[in-house]
């Protein structure tokens, strides 16, 4: 029984995962990814609906910020409503709700790092020839690598992207496999385990994308630092870790006297693009521009307006998509993670909690948030959930629809 349960979660968990992943890849168009995702949601919830299965768990910490946040989305999409934009609100809340609150009640936390962790690791094989050979076909689909190269020993290799569009994106998923496959080893000891920890972080050196690879070093520190002196010593290099990025952010942008250096340190134009997301917040600093609404934002206070993809930084988005009320909810919950994470690491949950501050890393320099469809987005909001869910104050509620029809129907009879 229990490994049909597993089995069961590992399906869920990895239909979700593979559907959010078409939004962020190179083999179909981007808007038939968001209508696969909608279909896999749909039915996802209404087979718990049909099967009894339907449950939340949620903390009181996190519940208010979250709903802060919607009401913020949804005065913003009032005063400037589109169709587009009303379409995205009603994903936001939707989609973001399921992932925060309900897979975590639903699917074991197991098959998510077992997902994540082969997904990750089959993204890298599939992309591996294309670092020696460049583009080939597999199944009708090209995989082709990214338009860069590097030395490695004198020879010229291609970074590596596999079937996504960025290689950022498969440096972030790579890295995150490293520690998933590490919970998965650390619960079976396999030998196919042990192998996908190598293979993942294979595969992130060579996507190359920094923030990644810096999210899946800290990550190994934490770790360390946990097995060898235990959960106050990870408290204090967590809120040592926390404190240096915000120094660093105030050097860089001399706020704080610091070394000359920190600002010329190389941010490949985001220091620009984090210069007007900060006039723009200025402009309209109460409820912010709205979710969707950066690229063009962006573009006003930025003369090479074709270059502007984005904010690069989820904290700074969303205080550009939902001024001080939405921004300082969204930080909110990042302080309230870290703690409920550190006051309920334990061992079958220290890999989830160093997932989700890869998660907090990665969008330092990123611009998704748990608010998206995109793959990393998801992958975060599940991250906050589980988290969110592994402390003794956390609430899990099971709705079971048919008992309900059944007593409303004795009602109405008496």
């Known amino acids: 029984m229990k490994d049909t349960v597993m089995r069961a979660d590992t399906f869920w968990i990895g239909l979700l995962l593979l559907a959010s992943s078409l939004s962020v890849t190179t083999l179909v168009p981007e808007m038939v990814g968001y209508v696969v995702i909608l279909a896999v949601y749909v039915i996802f919830v209404g087979i718990l609906f049909i099967t009894d299965q339907f449950a939340v768990t949620y903390h009181w910490a996190v519940v208010p910020m979250v709903v802060l946040i919607w009401i913020v989305f949804m005065l913003t999409t009032a005063l400037d409503p589109t169709s587009a ?28 790092h077992d997902v994540i962790a082969y997904t990750a690791g089959v993204s890298v094989l599939i992309g591996l020839p294309t670092v020696v050979f460049g583009a080939y076909q597999i199944a009708g689909l090209t995989i082709t690598p990214w338009r860069t190269t590097y030395e490695l020993f004198d020879v010229s290799l291609n970074n590596l992207r596999s079937v996504f569009s960025n290689p950022n994106t498969l440096t972030a998923f790579s890295a995150l496999g490293v520690v998933a496959a590490g919970a998965s080893y650390i619960r079976s000891r396999t030998p196919i385990t042990a192998g996908l ?9 060579l996507a190359g994308g920094r923030a990644g690879l810096l999210a899946l070093i800290v990550a190994g520190v934490l770790y360390v630092v946990y097995r060898f002196f235990g959960r106050s010593a990870l408290t204090g290099f967590v809120i040592a870790g926390a404190l240096a990025v915000l120094a660093g952010f105030a050097m860089v942008f001399g706020i704080i006297p610091g070394p000359s250096a920190a600002m010329y340190v190389d941010l490949s134009s985001r220091r620009t693009i984090w210069t007007a997301a900060y006039e723009a917040i200025l402009n309209r600093p109460a409820i912010g ?14 003369a090479e307006s074709n270059s502007v993809r984005g904010t690069h930084n989820s904290y700074i988005r969303m205080f550009l998509v939902g001024g001080i009320l939405g921004g300082g909810a969204y930080l909110t919950i990042t302080i309230s993670l870290m703690i409920i994470g550190l006051w309920n690491a334990r061992s079958e949950t220290l890999f989830t909690f160093l997932l989700l501050i890869m ?32 402390s003794d104050t956390s609430k899990f509620v099971k709705i079971n629809i048919h008992r309900g029809i059944s007593g409303l129907r004795k009602m ?3």
């Open 85 to 112: 934009g009303i379409i995205r609100l009603g994903a936001f809340v939707v989609i973001t709700g399921i992932n925060l609150f309900v897979v975590p009640a639903v699917i074991d936390r197991a098959a998510l």
């Open 197 to 205: 920890v190598g293979l993942n972080a294979l595969g992130a050196y």
């Open 289 to 302: 521009w709205g979710p969707g609404k950066d690229k063009m934002v962006l573009a006003r206070y930025i």
């Open 359 to 390: 998660f907090f890393i990665i969008q330092v320099f990123e611009g998704m948030t748990i608010f998206g469809l995109s793959l990393l987005s998801t992958m975060g909001a599940f991250f906050v959930g589980y988290v969110q869910s592994s």
């Open 412 to 414: 109405i009879r008496h």
